[in-house]
């Protein structure tokens, strides 16, 4: 997040904060990294060829069960047992999902 903010909307230092304090309300939980998640994040990557940055989100979708929502999935869909949705195909609501899927 901090990188979009910085890099691609290059917001000024108040409007970055005003950002990251909304940014920070909504409902996300947060992860630490852990040995066992790193190492398993560069297996992921070893095996698969992807970047530490690209494998650490596989990881932890694998770790915690989760759908893995991303904006760039070209990388993450060739990993089995990992179920990638892009973005734009995203919705909270499951049936909206499946709707948005049907008109593309």
């Known amino acids: 997040m901090g990188n979009v903010l910085l890099a691609a909307k290059k917001l000024s230092e108040k409007d970055g904060k005003e950002a990251l304090d909304l940014f920070y309300l909504f409902p996300i939980q947060f992860f630490s990294e852990t040995i066992e998640l790193a190492k398993r994040t560069y297996i992921i990557g070893h095996k698969d060829k992807l970047t530490y940055y690209d494998a650490s989100f596989v990881a932890l979708a694998q770790q915690e069960g989760a759908v893995l929502v991303t904006d760039n ?32």
């Open 73 to 104: 999935p070209k990388h993450q869909r060739r990993i089995p047992n990992v179920k990638v949705i892009p973005l734009e195909k995203y919705s909270p609501n499951p049936l909206d999902s499946k709707d948005r899927a049907r008109k593309k």
